[in-house]
């Protein structure tokens, strides 16, 4: 071996996979070797590694800027302005997620902290009987107070698994949280408002200034169908995990919209316009938050005119036992695995994870949501035969019988709804010299 791993994996993946599987595209003698060389380990599930398949040792990204910030853990930075920053799969380890390692994504900057959270306001208006204006704290005696554990994932969540590269941030699969939520259900204010007939969408307005700094201007302002908005979990939220909301989610209310994109989360919040016709703020219409119903061509560009509007969140696991490339001692047997699945407005009926490169799947133990809207975590023991190189493979299914697909699926502009079966990488024992 002349070359590094890194080089030949990082430079030019598909050449290193010609030199790898060679023309047959068979795995075996040199081209073993030489991929052994350079994932830097022997691969004992070799013999069921499809070809032209890239190793999840040198599939995900390297090291990016971690986010500094008080109060927060090390994410991984994807923009410091505006701040958007994901949680490493490790780090949601817990069943309901800290405030400090909730991923962070903002379309503008973040306005300053309000001395007295009871006197925020917000309104209520358009295609209603009553407009109301009210602040937290009316809220809080006029309305009965709910927790639930919601799930709130950004709608680009998964994008840097499309190929490819589509526009926006190339979150992994850690844009998810699983807080626990207190506040009062969106659906009792609008009843208390009265919706009139035509009442059929909302808008949502925050207080985060624009990045230009122009007054006025919006940095984002979404809407959904006012089925969602009349769900029960769907929540103004003044409360996470029995303390106040933190400023960065959105303090002192915020919208959570369990299972559909994050983008309808407003934090913030200031208004509620409830309209007869599709929202049309920033981040409504073209290929913004919308998925093609027949797929374009990858690459490809498309006004997104006769796309529709993602709404339920495809099912997704993550793994929160083992950090991508981990290395454990030689001898290990035994991997004693965890983690977490969602699908949107739907359950997860099964989690799998395969050693052998998605020839034999696993059934996980698979635990109920505390809630409808909130995660299931799952958790299983695999064994392995020997020292060396192994993927783990995870997948989970929807209770539509949908299950994570082997490839991002309907490639679109924005990267939306990508959620293929994950691969970390893990080395058990002494990995192989590599020279230099
Ligand atoms: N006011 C306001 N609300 C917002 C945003 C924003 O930029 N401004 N970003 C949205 C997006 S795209 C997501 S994914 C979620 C993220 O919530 P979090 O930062 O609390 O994790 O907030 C949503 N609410
Ligand atoms: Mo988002």
Known sequence: MERTAQELYGDDPQRADAEVFGRRGALEGTSLQVMQAAVGAPIPAAATLPPGILPAAFARPGALKLLRMPGKAALLLHDERPI??????????????????????????????????????????????APLSLTVGEL????????????????????????????????????????????????DVLLAAGLKPGARFTGHYGADPHLSGAA???????????????????????????????????????????????????????RIWVRDVPHDGPGMGGTSYRVPVHPI??????????????????????????????????????????????????????????LDFGATWQKMALFPAANRH??????????????????LWYRATDSAGRMQPHQAANWNPQGYAANPVSRAAVFIGRTLAVSA
């Open 84 to 129: 958007c920053a994901e949680t490493p799969e490790v780090l949601l380890d817990e069943a309901v997620t800290s405030a400090h390692v909730m991923f962070v994504r903002n379309n503008g900057g973040i306005p300053p902290e309000v001395a007295d959270p009871q006197s925020w306001r917000f309104t209520v208006e358009g295609e209603v009987q």
């Open 140 to 187: 809080q005696s006029r309305f009965p107070v709910v927790t639930r554990q919601l799930q709130l994932e950004c709608g680009g969540n998964g994008r840097a698994f499309h190929q490819p590269a589509a526009r926006g941030n190339p979150w992994g699969n850690g844009a998810i949280s699983n807080g626990a939520w207190t506040g009062v259900r969106l659906r």
């Open 216 to 270: 006025g201007q919006v940095s984002i302002a979404r809407g959904m169908r006012i089925e969602k908005a009349l769900d029960e979990d769907t929540l103004l939220a003044f409360g996470l995990n029995g303390a106040p909301l933190p400023n960065l989610h959105g303090a002192p209310l915020r919208l959570v919209v369990p299972g559909w994109p994050g983008s309808l989360s407003q934090k913030w919040l200031t």
């Open 297 to 354: 061509i990858p690459g490809g560009a498309h006004d997104g005119r006769d796309f529709v509007e993602l709404e339920s969140m495809p099912v997704r696991s993550i793994l929160t036992s083992h950090a991508h490339g981990t290395h454990l001692p030689a001898g290990t047997r035994h991997l004693d695995l965890r983690g977490a699945a969602w699908a949107g407005d739907l359950a997860v009926q099964a989690q799998h994870v395969s």
């Open 374 to 391: 909130a995660w299931q975590r799952w958790q299983g023991r695999v064994t392995v035969p020997a020292d060396g190189y192994y993927e």
